[in-house]
């Protein structure tokens, strides 16, 4: 079991940055690829970023490429989301989700091959 708690959102401007942060409980969370999606109003859920539980492969979507980075630190089990040049379109609730995996290279894109979900943070980029 899982539990993961998202924190970092609010409210900026855009051309600024926020770092989301995902604090998860468990002892394996080593064990444990992690993704970023994001929801906004009206509309479905769709993947932003995720990480091998080595920390080493990433996959960003197009979206966000170059501008967001995501990163994990195995020793205090949390994971991050460096969010720059944000623009408006980036507004949305972000949640941080988790998947067990066998191997260290393993990620994942697909909302349905994540088994534990936080409850979300809200970024909202102003004009």
């Known amino acids: 079991q899982v539990q993961l708690v998202e924190s970092g959102g609010g409210l900026v401007q855009a051309g600024g940055s926020l770092r989301l942060s995902c604090a998860a409980s468990g002892r394996t969370f080593s064990r444990y690829a992690m993704g970023w999606f994001r929801q906004a109003p009206g509309k479905e859920r769709e993947f932003v970023a995720t990480?091998?539980?080595?920390?080493?492969?990433?996959y960003y979507a197009d979206s966000v490429k170059g501008r967001f980075t995501i990163s994990r630190d195995n020793v205090v089990n949390t994971v991050y989301l460096q969010m720059n040049s944000l623009k408006p379109e980036d507004t949305s609730v972000y949640y941080c989700?988790?998947?067990?995996?066998?191997?260290?290279?393993?990620?994942?894109?697909?909302?349905?091959?994540?088994?534990?979900w936080g409850q979300g943070t809200q970024v909202t980029v102003s004009s």
């Open positions: 989700a988790a998947s067990y995996s066998y191997y260290s290279a393993s990620y994942y894109l697909r909302a349905e091959d994540y088994h534990y």
């Open positions: 990480i091998s539980w080595s920390g080493g492969s990433t």
